[in-house]
């Protein structure tokens, strides 16, 4: 049976933005994905996705490729009504009211933003304003990143284990040689996120599982496969399936992760990345949601989770402190181990770099070969990283003007309401135990 009433305008209002970005959430890779990030509901899938021409407009890249179909996107559009169902979500959720009704609104308000960036693409509409972007998707309006605390810190570990600097030149190449010194070999991927899952998953036993309620434990938190992934324009992509069923009907909660074979990363940053992405990261905050979803606590929303919305900016700011939540700690001095904090700092220091990024490049206007160079300088990132951020990414018309200052909101949200609040207050929220909430309006949830 066909999705009715809000739960349709839902569907259709995601994936038609994604299918018009050339997404397709079916798709086991994110080679193929875009905004769309799952569909496990067992829901039948929208017109938005199913339609002819929603195929043919998947099928040339949407209006992100190279050469735009202009004639695709009028087919598309003209047979499926996207506009009026992100109208739908945005006018139901006010009537709703209510934290489910502000988390509505803000979904379809970031539709919008996405649907007019497209139409922007494609010669349809106006330019969208960077603030607007910015704004609507994290409650403030751009700013740059603050790296000088956090390189500080860099240095003075990198000095106490023997990688002295004086200077912006040799800090980096501090950074490269103890980075060089613990590169993870690309084909030990696979055993090493093993070994860590299995460490960081026990870790979530103590010091997450306490605090959330009994009918959480039994969900896998880190149902994933490693599979590295060559010439990749991401540097990783964590694809959450969830459409395999025991025999009793209930969800497996699987995933994979696909990582970019060519990804400089260390020992110590490898282990963020697992947690971010991971456990207790995305594929837990995933899982979870899931669970909650098959036992009727969360509404339909919460089975299409996406990028670009305020969902994502805060389900980026539980990953990046995951290791912090897994190590029952609140502040990456207090990890356990002197190696594992610079790691953690350098990843931080990268998502710092992404809303740099966007910042130069779409508030500032600066050329890319410019950006590049501050983010390898001053947020000490790769070159691979520094390409990637600079380029692909922070270019991107959505991605540089709306993803990439997510990290860096939501990494300060969930760390500002972790040091506020106990664990067995916050941690529920975070994951969904109280209801589905945003970036937005979280802080709601918790009296703020």
């Known amino acids: 049976m066909a999705l009715k009433g809000l739960d349709a305008a839902i569907a259709d209002s995601l994936l038609g933005v994604d299918t018009l970005w050339g997404g397709d959430v079916m798709n086991p890779s994110g080679i193929g994905r875009f905004i769309a990030d799952c569909w496990y509901s067992d829901e039948p899938l929208p017109e938005a996705y199913t339609h002819p021409t929603a195929a043919a407009l ?23 009504d996207v506009k009026g169902a992100i109208s739908r979500v945005i006018a139901e959720g006010r009537a709703i009211g209510g934290l489910r009704g502000a988390h509505l609104e803000g979904l379809g308000l970031c539709s ?47 000095a106490s284990a023997g990688y002295p600097s004086n200077g912006d030149g040799s800090l980096l190449e501090a950074v490269d040689d103890w980075r060089n010194e613990r590169r993870v070999p690309g084909k030990s991927i696979a055993a090493l996120g093993e070994a860590f899952i299995a460490q960081y998953d026990a870790l979530c036993v103590r010091n997450l599982l306490p605090c959330l309620p009994r009918e959480l434990a039994d969900v896998p938190r880190a149902n994933v496969r490693f599979l590295p992934i060559e010439n990749a324009w991401f540097s990783g992509s964590m694809n959450y399936l969830g459409h395999a069923r025991r025999p009793d009907g209930s969800p497996e909660y699987e ?10 990363i260390s020992v110590p940053e490898f282990q963020q990345l697992v947690t971010h992405e991971v456990v207790p990261g995305h594929v837990t905050t ?29 389900s980026e700011g539980i990953a990046n402190n995951a290791i912090l939540i897994a190590h029952g700690v609140t502040e990456v001095s ?5 190696d594992l904090e610079l790691g953690v700092l350098l990843a931080l220091l990268q998502d ?64 500002r309401l972790r040091r506020k609040y106990p664990p067995e207050v916050v941690l529920p929220a975070l994951y969904g135990a109280r209801g589905l909430v945003d970036a937005l309006t979280l802080p709601r949830m918790l009296g703020e």
Request: with cysteine.
């Open 255 to 264: 995933a994979t992760y696909e990582l970019n074979a060519a990804l400089e």
């Open 58 to 80: 998947r099928a040339n890249g949407g209006v992100g490729a190279d050469a735009p179909d202009g004639a695709s996107v009028d087919a598309y559009i003209a047979t499926v």
């Open 334 to 338: 207090d990890l356990p181990d002197r």
């Open 286 to 314: 995933f899982a979870y949601l899931q669970n909650l979803y098959v036992r009727g606590k969360v509404g339909f929303e919460a089975s299409v989770l996406s990028m670009n919305t305020r969902d994502a900016v805060l």
């Open 112 to 158: 919008e933003v996405m649907f007019d960036l497209a139409m922007e693409m494609v010669g349809k509409g106006p330019p969208v304003p960077y603030d607007r972007c910015v704004r609507t998707l994290t409650g403030s309006s751009p700013q740059p990143s603050q790296p000088a605390e956090k390189r500080r810190r860099v240095a003075e570990l990198l």
């Open 352 to 415: 710092d770099a992404k809303n740099q990024a966007s910042y130069l490049t779409w508030k500032e206007g600066a050329a890319q070969p410019d950006v590049a160079a501050t983010l390898r300088r001053d947020f000490l990132v790769s070159l691979e990283r520094a390409d990637k951020l600079s380029g692909a990414w922070g270019r991107h018309p959505l991605l540089g003007r709306m993803y990439l200052p997510a990290y860096r909101a939501g990494t300060e949200l969930v760390a």
